[in-house]
């Protein structure tokens, strides 16, 4: 595994998609993400779950599935001291 760097995830937990998209819009300095659909098989529980990703020029940013929100901070943009982008 070269140049692969293990990114951390920040869970907010129980969140609507359209709540969770607009926070990480709000992360993301408002600027556009781009959006994919992967659909995951558990063979276990043989069930077919959908996650929900969303990226920026930097790659991953953020995840949504079922009710759960998870966000990268090490590919969003810094906020800058006293910018709350609201």
């Not at 951390?8 to 607009?22: H, P, S, V, W, Y």
């Not at 020029?57 to 966000?71: A, L, Q, V």
Request: glycine residues 10%.
């Amino acid at each position: 595994m070269g140049g692969e760097r293990i990114m951390k995830a920040t869970q907010l937990g129980r969140i609507k998609k359209g709540d969770f998209e607009n926070t990480l819009y709000l992360f993301n300095h408002k600027r556009v993400m781009d959006y994919a659909k992967h659909q995951e098989f558990n063979f276990d529980t043989n069930k077919n779950t959908i996650i929900h990703c969303y990226y920026n020029d930097n790659g991953h940013i953020g995840s949504w599935s079922n009710g759960e929100g998870w966000y990268f901070q090490d590919n969003l943009p810094l906020l800058e001291e006293g910018e709350n982008n609201e």
